[in-house]
Structure formats: C-alpha cells, structure tokens
C-alpha cells in the first residue's frame, strides 16, 4: 500500500522538519482513509478529526499519546460494556422482553458508537 520511510528517517525528519513530518502524516492518514469503502470513510474522518484535535490539546507529545491513549481505553470499555450488555440480554432465551431491552440499547447508541462487525469463519 504505502512505503514507508525507516523509523530513523522519519525520527530524523521529524526533528529537522516538524511541518513536513506532519505533512506527510496528514497525507498517509487521508491516503489510507481513501482506500476504505466508502460508507466508513466518513467515520474515519471524524475519528480522525477526534484524535487530532486531542493532539492539537495537548500541552506535548507526552500529554498527547496519554490523552489518545485515554481515548482508545475509554472506547474498549464502552465495547465491551456494550457486548456485555448484549450478552446479558440474550442469555435470556431471546425473551420478548429482552429483545426490546435490546433494540432500546441499540438506538440509545449515536451513530458513530455502532460498528457493523464482518464476521467471517
């Protein structure tokens, strides 16, 4: 897909020229963005618009990656929950009750919190 400078190129890069480092990312970011199907494209961006304006917060490159690192933490547990939930749910032999308690889960969800998950076996 892409070919990516060594780690040490892009340290290096990164110290003598910050704005072209961050160029760079920003178009291997948008680039593989432009290679997913088109109905998560827009989930993408605003994932990404998510984590750089955490970066563009944070006070440095520290404060950055443990609020990004918070972010994606915060966003496992909210799966799981979710799956846990669901689960909860459906251990109830598919109760009437139980299914509406899910479809209530479901639609309390923002858009954005809904993954379609591609099972394949």
């Known amino acids: 897909m892409y070919e990516l400078p060594s780690f040490d190129k892009?340290?290096?890069l990164n110290q003598s020229n910050?704005?072209?480092?961050e160029?760079?990312?920003?178009?291997?970011?948008d680039g593989?963005?432009?290679?997913?199907?088109?109905?998560?494209?827009?989930?993408?961006?605003?994932?990404?618009?998510?984590?750089?304006s955490r970066r563009d917060m944070a006070s440095n490159p520290l404060d950055s990656c443990?609020?990004?690192s918070r972010m994606m933490h915060e966003t496992f547990w909210d799966m799981h929950t979710s799956l846990e939930d669901l689960s909860n749910l459906t251990s109830d032999n598919n109760s009437h009750a139980s299914l509406i308690e899910t479809q209530r889960l479901l639609l309390d969800k923002?858009?954005?919190?809904?993954?379609?998950?591609n099972m394949h076996h």
Do not use: C, M, W
């Not at 910050?18 to 480092?21: D, L, N, R």
């Not at 160029?23 to 970011?29: C, F, I, P």
């Not at 923002?110 to 998950?117: G, H, R, T």
């Open 32 to 52: 593989y963005i432009d290679t997913v199907p088109t109905e998560r494209q827009h989930r993408l961006q605003g994932l990404q618009f998510h984590i750089n």
């Open 18 to 21: 910050p704005e072209a480092f």
């Open 66 to 68: 443990i609020s990004l």
């Open 23 to 29: 160029t760079l990312r920003e178009q291997l970011v």
């Open 110 to 117: 923002k858009p954005a919190e809904v993954l379609q998950l």
């Open 10 to 12: 892009l340290v290096a």
